[in-house]
């Protein structure tokens, strides 16, 4: 016969069953006697049946019917413990797998920045050493390619250092004369001496008397001093280029002085 399922409780096993069913069988009894008329015979009869449902109730105890449903509902908890022991352990694994992904995405992302800062600092040095290179090179061009200056000329402080200073000013002021021309003349007006002076001829008695390596009298000195040099006239150079310069607008060149001028 099916027994009818009672919310919240599970299906009995088969000895809680026959204590349920003794104890249905004990109320079926009393109702029937409570029916039939009581006389003795009555009484003697059901005695019986009456110890015998109390003998199948105490092998049965009341411990039994008692703690049925309460055991079987404890006997599910470990059950029940392992299930949500398994669900809590599937979710600490996904929750781990999970951080495990948002690490690697972060250690890779930081991979990736490392890598672009990296390779930009590595273009930019390539940079620095291209332009520093071709810096160099066009120094270097511009070095070559310059015209050197010309190193600065010394002349000795004698007859044949100021000769050639005085060439060197007559050159650059378009001037004409030679070494030997000036030279020559030299050596016939004064001996090379610059501090000689003339003290007798016409001009020395008209009291400009003629002085210097070429002997200028200083009007003319004054007249044909050229620029740049010393208004000193018994300056060597100075005196030189002033005489060339008037032998060059009365002769042409002092090379073409061959007596007093």
């Not at 003794?22 to 029937?32: C, P, Q």
């Not at 210097?212 to 018994?234: C, M, N, R």
Request: aromatic letters at 6%; charged letters at 20%; hydrophobic letters at 40%.
């Amino acid at each position: 016969m099916l027994v009818p399922s009672i919310r919240g409780y599970h299906r009995l096993p088969k000895a809680h069953k026959l204590s349920a069913a003794g104890i249905a069988a004990t109320g079926v009894v009393a109702i029937a006697f409570a029916a039939v008329p009581s006389d003795a015979h009555a009484e003697s009869n059901a005695a019986p049946s009456v110890r015998s449902v109390a003998v199948n109730q105490a092998a049965f105890g009341d411990k039994a019917l008692s703690s049925g449903v309460p055991q079987q509902a404890q006997s599910d908890l470990p059950r029940t413990a392992a299930v949500e022991a398994l669900q809590k352990a599937a979710q600490d694994k996904k929750k781990a797998a999970a951080e495990a992904v948002r690490s690697e995405q972060t250690r890779a992302a930081a991979d990736m920045q490392t890598a672009k800062e990296r390779s930009a600092a590595q273009s930019a040095a390539k940079e620095r050493s291209t332009q520093s290179a071709a810096k160099e090179r066009s120094g270097k061009t511009a070095s070559r390619s310059a015209p050197r200056k010309a190193a600065p000329v010394t002349y000795s402080n004698n007859l044949d250092g100021w000769i050639k200073e005085s060439l060197a000013i007559l050159k650059k002021n378009g001037i004409p004369g030679t070494y030997e021309g000036i030279h020559r003349n030299i050596m016939r007006e004064s001996s090379g001496n610059p501090r000689a002076i003339n003290d007798w001829d016409v001009n020395a008695i008209a009291g400009i008397p003629s002085k210097g390596l070429l002997q200028v009298i200083p009007p003319t000195f004054k007249a044909f001093h050229v620029e740049g040099t010393s208004w000193d006239i018994y300056d060597p150079v100075a005196n030189i280029t002033a005489a060339c310069n008037y032998a060059a607008q009365k002769y042409g060149t002092m090379d073409n002085v061959d007596s007093a001028y």
